[in-house]
């Protein structure tokens, strides 16, 4: 018989020590990878003073994302979830080992500072791959952690915890450009990175799932077949993928902070924080009080919100109406979140979990450094007020055709 009151426990999954284990190492490794990100956008316009050159760090890491993405999903499945995972976290401290490298003074006298960000861009590039095997490999091993009748809550606060660490990424990032400089940040990065693997490496080796190997494509094809055959997926992923594509006002924050704000890197931070923080609130209020009934409406309503709140934005000459804006955005976003979160975990089969996760991951990660590069090009070819504001109303016109094309995700309850 289920256990009942396990369901209705929305923190029932932190009474299983690994799942503790699992939480602590993905948020603290999430954090450094943050921290990175923010890090990153504030080093390449200081080097580079050019919007486009933010746009070209996104690219850079999401061709070869979205490259791996659908074989990444492959591999995940006939191989062990562990040893993998704790692979990537090696492979993604050697590489800030070399941005570390590219970050000392020597470097910084001796060589070009376009060359600088075109090194970066390169690193960047290999994140993007690593990205591609890690993502994924995170949310499949939720289901080998936790039982079933706990899943949904599971994922919940899996979602939760990736946004604290988001939140602290962001902000913390920021106030240690200001208090440490670039250099000595990447050595608090490494620290975390290292703290993370420590609490990942206690997890036990988990079985791995597919019992025949089919070919590459083929396999490949099962995972893409089964996203395109769950509607209620299908439809949460694209009005996700589309929203995020177009309102990517945070890969222009750097501009907004430098340029029209004037609030430097402490402000900078926080900036960069405010949606995560928004997007906190709402999976923690949602976690503790789900959606009961009509998620799909919610969904539409809330990325409708969203687009709203990027065109607040994008017109605020105002450091704390600037805050708001991007918090509300966060708020709205978090019920994307949750609702697509959620439908990922209860709908896929757990032998195609790294596949259709690696396809999720292609759409909506890979959407973020998309949405960044889309950013970047229209910033330089509007202006950068004009191009968020184009985001904003391209992401409400992307809902109300979404709206009619897609009945079933409107309809949509769990």
Excluded at 12 to 35: D, Q, S, T, V
Aim: net charge positive.
């Amino acid at each position: 018989m289920p256990d009942n009151t396990a369901n209705r426990n929305p923190y029932a999954a932190f009474k299983i020590p690994e799942f503790k284990n699992f939480i602590a190492g993905r948020c603290i490794y999430i954090m450094g990878l943050r921290m990175t990100s923010t890090l990153i956008g504030w080093w390449i316009y200081l080097l580079t003073n050019s919007k486009l050159a933010l746009g070209f760090v996104g690219l850079s890491e999401v061709i070869p994302a979205l490259s791996l993405a659908l074989y990444a999903g492959h591999y995940i499945d006939i191989n062990e979830k562990r040893r993998l995972l704790l692979r990537c976290i090696l492979g993604y401290a050697a590489c800030i080992l070399i941005l570390l490298l590219l970050s000392t003074g020597f470097i910084g006298t001796h060589v070009h500072h376009w060359t600088i960000a075109v090194l970066i861009c390169i690193v960047i590039g290999i994140t993007g791959a690593i990205r591609a095997f890690s993502g994924p490999t995170f949310s499949a091993m939720i289901s080998q952690i936790v039982p079933k009748n706990i899943l949904s809550s599971a994922a919940s606060i899996s979602s939760a915890t990736w946004l604290i660490a988001s939140i602290c990424g962001h902000a913390t990032g920021g106030f240690l450009i200001a208090w440490l400089g670039i250099n000595k940040t990447f050595y608090v990065i490494l620290i975390m990175i290292a703290g993370g693997y420590f609490f990942l490496s206690k997890l036990a080796i988990k079985p791995v799932l597919v019992s025949v190997k089919s070919r590459t494509w083929q396999s490949v094809k099962e995972g893409i077949s089964y996203v395109f055959k769950t509607k209620e997926l299908l439809g949460a992923i694209t009005l996700d993928l589309f929203a995020v594509l177009f309102g990517g006002a945070v890969a222009l924050v750097p501009v907004f902070a430098k340029d029209i704000l004037n609030i430097g890197p402490i402000g900078f931070g926080w900036l960069n924080a405010a949606a995560d923080i928004g997007s906190i609130i709402t999976v923690t209020t949602l976690t503790i009080n789900p959606l009961r009934n009509k998620q799909g409406r919610t969904l539409f309503f809330a990325v409708a919100g969203f687009g709203l709140c990027i065109i607040l934005f994008a017109i605020s000459k105002v450091f704390w109406l600037s805050f708001a804006a991007l918090l509300l955005s966060g708020c709205m976003d978090g019920v994307s979140v949750i609702v697509r979160s959620t439908i990922l975990q209860l709908k896929t089969p757990d032998e195609l979990r790294g596949r259709v996760m690696a396809v999720n991951s292609m759409f909506i990660n890979s959407s973020n450094e998309l949405g960044q590069f889309e950013s970047g090009v229209a910033a330089k070819l509007l202006g950068t007020v004009p191009s968020v504001i184009f985001g904003g109303c391209m992401t409400i016109a992307v809902v109300i055709v979404t709206w009619f094309k897609a009945p079933s995700l409107r309809k949509m309850e769990y």
